[in-house]
């Protein structure tokens, strides 16, 4: 196995610092890197290296194709875990490592690189064939302990990524065009003022040719916007065409593919939230992760938190069991927005409900009815619910749950509604029951129990029966969920402790 030759102080250069600090995370795998001699360096622009090692942004490293397995080893035994992107948009030089800082809470990214692969974000169809040269002329930061680009060949590689990234053709970069642009401007006056523009156009001659090193020059010194640069940016692609992994007719259609399956992607992942994969799967198959708790303890807060934590890396769908908040179906919505006139005509609950005036009365005609038309419509909803969790798991999801159903106890805790009539059909009651036991027989992978203090329920819900919130505290502590690892978790702790902790038991799942 090829090995790097150990550092001399020739080979460490000292760059401008601020006050960033990197995250333990990376850090960690950064000495283990150099501790076993990995051929490595970060090979976007210097100017964010400090932003990315506080977890703002993906640690691109080029990797030495000798030293890739031992870099997929460190990363594994670091707590990283290999992420790889849905079907078409995977590249086979490419692989991406997410990890868990605790420290900060971040979800941080790391993608491997063993061949400089550039072109636009669905489709990246250049292959820029320098990367022994990029290793051998990288640089130790002495602060940050990361090897950089050289300043000269970082020049060439933005210049060069700049034709064939920064195009208004690709949607993903016209989405995000100003601040695309900001980026390379920023990222271009940082380079130009480190470098020599006579040792650039040596570097540039050595790397493409004499023509394109004079154009490339100017178009890292000159004045002119980037994207401006349209006859270098024709020049370079002309001279990367023998580069490219499809020819233009098959880069085409498959550019147009992957738009529409991205397009799709992101109307269901803002929208229509099916289980259906998009992005970037859990390794070795989803999971279903339910947030359970008597109402009051902060379960839509942690459930949302958790999914904005995920969701900006891998498919993440929530599903809300509930009747309150969330995204009720169409029949649903319909009965729901008929609880205000249900409501004035019921002033007062008979004994059994949770929430309102409550009597000692035994539930009427009226009640009874409205009660089971409601149990038969959320039976339906959460028996949906619970097959689209379970799909969406096996598709390589992590499904999110705002509570979950439970056959274990009635009339609370998510369970069947109809034992609050002892009149109800039995046909209606087998319907009901049937939905329950799918619960039963479809248990999440993992369970958040957020605790709390009955008084703190209560008043954060003050609308509930104080009595019957005791009452719900103690039986949701027996409920085992057929069998599901339990995660108790003391919800009285401040939110960002209590985010903290949910966070560490979720990743130990993935």
Same mark, same amino acid.
């Given at each position: 196995m090829r090995?790097?030759k150990?550092?001399?102080?020739?080979?460490?250069?000292?760059?401008?610092?601020?006050?960033?600090?990197?995250l333990?995370?990376?850090?960690?795998?950064l000495t283990?890197?150099?501790?076993?001699?990995?051929?490595?360096?970060?090979w976007?622009?210097?100017?964010?290296?400090?932003?990315?090692?506080r977890?703002?942004?993906?640690?691109?490293?080029?990797v030495?194709?000798?030293?890739?397995?031992?870099?997929e080893?460190?990363?594994?035994a670091?707590?990283?875990?290999?992420?790889?992107?849905?079907?078409?948009r995977?590249?086979?030089?490419?692989?991406?490592?997410?990890?868990?800082?605790?420290?900060?809470?971040?979800?941080?990214?790391?993608?491997?690189?063993?061949?400089?692969i550039?072109?636009?974000?669905?489709?990246?169809?250049?292959?820029?064939?320098?990367?022994?040269m990029?290793?051998?002329?990288?640089?130790?930061?002495?602060?940050?302990?990361?090897?950089?680009?050289?300043?000269?060949?970082?020049?060439v590689?933005?210049?060069v990524?700049? +034709?064939?990234?920064?195009?208004?053709s690709?949607?993903?970069?016209?989405?995000?065009? &100003?601040?695309?642009?900001r980026?390379?401007?920023?990222?271009?006056a940082?380079?130009?003022?480190?470098?020599?523009?006579?040792?650039?156009?040596?570097?540039?001659?050595?790397?493409?040719?004499?023509e394109?090193?004079?154009?490339?020059?100017?178009?890292?010194?000159?004045?002119?916007?980037?994207?401006?640069?349209?006859?270098?940016r024709?020049?370079?692609?002309?001279?990367l065409?023998?580069?490219?992994?499809?020819?233009? +007719?098959?880069?085409?259609?498959r550019?147009?593919?992957?738009?529409?399956? =991205?397009a799709?992607?992101?109307?269901n992942?803002?929208?229509?939230?099916?289980?259906?994969? =998009?992005?970037r799967?859990?390794?070795?198959?989803?999971?279903?992760?339910?947030?359970?708790g008597?109402?009051?303890?902060?379960?839509?807060?942690?459930?949302?938190?958790?999914?904005a934590w995920?969701?900006?890396?891998?498919?993440?769908?929530?599903?809300?069991?509930?009747?309150?908040?969330?995204?009720?179906?169409?029949?649903?919505?319909?009965?729901?927005?008929?609880?205000?006139?249900?409501? &004035?005509?019921?002033?007062?609950?008979?004994r059994?409900?949770?929430?309102?005036?409550?009597?000692?009365?035994?539930?009427?005609?009226?009640?009874?009815?409205?009660?089971?038309?409601?149990a038969?419509?959320?039976a339906?909803?959460?028996?949906?619910?619970?097959l689209?969790?379970?799909?969406?798991?096996? &598709?390589?999801?992590?499904?999110?749950?705002?509570?979950?159903?439970q056959?274990?106890?009635?009339?609370?805790?998510?369970?069947?509604?109809?034992s609050r009539?002892?009149?109800?059909?039995q046909?209606?009651?087998?319907f009901?029951?049937?939905?329950?036991?799918?619960?039963?027989?479809?248990?999440?992978?993992?369970?958040?129990?957020?605790?709390?203090?009955?008084?703190?329920?209560?008043?954060?819900?003050?609308?509930?029966?104080?009595?019957?919130?005791?009452?719900?505290?103690?039986?949701?502590?027996?409920?085992?969920?057929?069998?599901?690892?339990?995660?108790?978790?003391?919800?009285e702790?401040?939110?960002?402790?209590?985010?903290?902790?949910?966070?560490?038991?979720?990743?130990?799942?993935?």
């Open positions: 090995i790097m150990e550092l001399d102080e020739a080979d460490i250069v000292v760059l401008p610092s601020t006050e960033s600090q990197a333990p995370k990376l850090r960690a795998v283990d890197f150099h501790r076993h001699n990995i051929r490595y360096c970060y976007k622009s210097t100017r964010r290296i400090h932003a990315v090692l977890g703002e942004g993906d640690l691109d490293l080029l030495g194709r000798s030293d890739q397995h031992r870099a080893m460190i990363l594994l670091r707590d990283f875990k290999l992420f790889p992107m849905l079907g078409s995977d590249h086979p030089s490419l692989l991406s490592f997410l990890g868990h800082d605790e420290a900060s809470g971040r979800i941080v990214h790391v993608h491997l690189h063993f061949r400089l550039v072109g636009k974000r669905l489709l990246r169809n250049y292959r820029i064939p320098w990367e022994d990029v290793l051998a002329g990288a640089f130790l930061h002495r602060a940050l302990q990361i090897r950089l680009l050289e300043p000269t060949i970082e020049a590689l933005l210049a990524r700049s +034709c064939v990234e920064l195009r208004r690709d949607p993903v970069a016209l989405r995000i065009w &100003r601040a695309a642009k980026k390379f401007a920023l990222d271009r940082d380079v130009a003022g480190r470098v020599d523009p006579a040792a650039l156009r040596d570097r540039a001659a050595v790397l493409l040719n004499a394109l090193a004079d154009l490339l020059v100017d178009a890292i010194c000159g004045k002119r916007e980037l994207e401006g640069q349209s006859r270098f024709r020049r370079v692609v002309t001279y065409s023998a580069f490219r992994t499809y020819n233009a +007719c098959e880069a085409g259609l550019s147009a593919w992957r738009t529409l399956l =991205w799709a992607g992101n109307m992942r803002h929208l229509f939230l099916l289980p259906r994969p =998009w992005s799967r859990a390794p070795g198959g989803g999971c279903v992760i339910a947030i359970v008597v109402d009051g303890s902060g379960k839509t807060t942690v459930a949302t938190a958790i999914r995920l969701g900006s890396e891998i498919d993440v769908v929530p599903i809300y069991f509930g009747t309150g908040e969330g995204r009720p179906s169409p029949l649903l919505r319909l009965f729901k927005s008929m609880v205000p006139l249900a409501r &004035r005509m019921l002033p007062t609950k008979p059994g409900a949770s929430h309102g005036k409550v009597s000692d009365r035994p539930p009427g005609l009226l009640y009874s009815l409205l009660l089971m038309m409601w038969a419509i959320v339906r909803e959460k028996r949906n619910k619970l689209a969790a379970r799909r969406g798991a096996q &598709r390589g999801l992590v499904i999110i749950t705002d509570r979950y159903p056959n274990e106890t009635g009339a609370f805790n998510d369970g069947p509604l109809l009539l002892p009149r109800a059909p046909w209606l009651r087998r009901e029951t049937a939905a329950y036991r799918l619960a039963q027989r479809l248990p999440p992978d993992l369970v958040i129990r957020l605790d709390v203090f009955a008084e703190t329920a209560a008043r954060r819900e003050p609308d509930m029966d104080p009595a019957l919130v005791r009452q719900r505290i103690t039986e949701l502590q027996r409920l085992t969920f057929a069998g599901a690892r339990i995660v108790p978790v003391d919800a702790q401040p939110l960002f402790e209590v985010i903290r902790v949910v966070k560490r038991e979720v990743w130990r799942m993935l």
